[in-house]
């Protein structure tokens, strides 16, 4: 094998779809899936190159030191994506020391693991990697200096569709100043910090992207998107955070699939990348484009569902808007967005329709009652 990887969280949302790239595109490559299988992680997302004498999947927490450090020598794993998170910032709120665990000592098991492991080898870290997947929300909240939406800047590519707008004149670059809001992007804040020490202190070969909002096939439905494509079908309320005006940066998860594959080849060691089309929407302008979509591809008439919108309790800390910068990843290792979001929307929407047994299999049982709670009292 050419190379012998462990993908954290791999079987969740993100993971899924950068698992499957590795495993299809590089047969000479061990793809190792690490996954506790949380309420998020599904095995089912992954059947179709389950078999692949290239793939293996192990359940593990990567909080259990022990047991990731003999998965790696086990596997003399040189390369290390490292995606394993809780990434829903509603739960954060109710539930902010899992994710300190999972997130930061996680990580921090993680590097330690890979720091014992590759300094005990005679090349050391020559040929090593640990790639550490972020998010943007690090970098806190941005001002909404255009509410109206003002042309996007820099919108080569094509996930910035027709829409083309942005809601300020200031983008998250990567030399921003990280300023968390929620448990969530706080938690994840740390985990950067320690994979940039881990570089600093002990030379660890590393690098970290800052992505915005996902999209697609796959992302468990507490997340907008798939959560009011699921609610749209049922004829279930909407329930729209404050007045929907908050702004967020859309990709599309195989978008971000294929930057992860680019920057794991080829980017620099120590450098932080971040990820997105330039493709900002107001929540509102989002749910009015899928309760179209849905109604459409249902053969529904249009503005059947219009009234489903329902304007609840704001989130508490709620970021206004996203947008980030990805200028530096498009000019220096050559990555673009491929799809549209209306396109990408459409294709998701379609998705979803016709897998209608995964949805259901993720929304029964514990989950609902979860969610019944969660949502207790808007
Ligand atoms: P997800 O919640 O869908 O999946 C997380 C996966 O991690 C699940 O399979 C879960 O079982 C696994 N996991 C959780 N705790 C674990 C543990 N202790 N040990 C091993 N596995 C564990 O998340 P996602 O949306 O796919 O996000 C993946 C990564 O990308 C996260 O690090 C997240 O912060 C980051 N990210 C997400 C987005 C987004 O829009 N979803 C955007 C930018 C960055
Ligand atoms: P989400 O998908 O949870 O991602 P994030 O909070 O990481 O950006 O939410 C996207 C946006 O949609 C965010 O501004 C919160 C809002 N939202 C709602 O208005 N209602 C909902 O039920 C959910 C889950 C999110």
């Avoid at 690098?207 to 049922?234: A, D, M, R």
Wanted: aromatic residues 12%; hydrophobic residues 35%; negative net charge.
């Amino acid at each position: 094998m050419k190379r012998s990887i462990i993908i954290s969280g791999g079987a969740g949302f993100i993971g899924s779809h950068v698992v499957r790239l590795f495993v299809n595109k590089y047969p000479d490559y061990r793809i190792v899936n690490l996954d506790k299988l949380t309420y998020a992680g599904n095995l089912a997302n992954l059947k179709d190159i389950e078999d692949r004498p290239n793939y293996r999947f192990v359940k593990g927490d990567i909080c259990d030191f022990e047991s990731v450090l003999s998965l790696m020598r086990e596997e003399s794993v040189d390369g290390i994506i490292h995606l394993a998170a809780e990434s829903h910032v509603d739960r954060s709120i109710k539930d902010p020391f899992t994710f300190a665990r999972t997130n930061v000592l996680g990580t921090l098991s993680l590097l330690q693991a890979a720091r014992l492991y590759w300094e005990g080898l005679p090349e050391r870290y020559s040929g090593k990697l640990f790639y550490h997947i972020s998010t943007d929300e690090v970098y806190g909240a941005l001002e909404m200096t255009c509410p109206e939406g003002m042309e996007a800047p820099f919108t080569s590519g094509a996930s910035s569709g027709s829409h083309h707008l942005a809601y300020g004149s200031e983008f998250f670059t990567e030399d921003r100043k990280y300023s968390p809001h929620s448990p969530y992007s706080a938690s994840k804040a740390s985990s950067d910090h320690f994979v940039r020490a881990f570089h600093d202190t002990y030379g660890m070969p590393v690098v970290v992207t800052n992505c915005s909002n996902n999209y697609g096939p796959y992302q468990f439905p507490e997340k907008l998107i798939p959560l009011f494509i699921n609610n749209i079908v049922h004829r279930r309320s909407l329930p729209v955070y404050g007045r929907g005006e908050n702004v967020r940066d859309w990709l599309y998860v195989e978008d971000h699939a294929r930057a992860i594959d680019t920057i794991f080849h080829s980017g620099k060691v120590a450098e932080t990348y971040n990820i997105g089309g330039f493709n900002e929407w107001k929540n509102i302008d989002v749910i009015r484009l899928l309760i179209r979509a849905v109604d459409r591809q249902l053969g529904r008439a249009e503005g059947a569902d219009d009234d489903l919108v329902t304007f609840v309790t704001d989130r508490a800390g709620h970021d206004l808007r996203y947008a980030i910068d990805s200028r530096k990843l498009r000019s220096e290792l050559g990555w673009e967005p491929s799809l549209q979001f209306e396109e990408g929307i459409e294709r998701t929407v379609r998705w979803y329709l016709d897998n209608a047994a995964w949805m259901e299999n993720v929304t029964s049982g514990d989950y609902l009652k979860y969610y019944e709670d969660m949502y207790k009292g808007r």
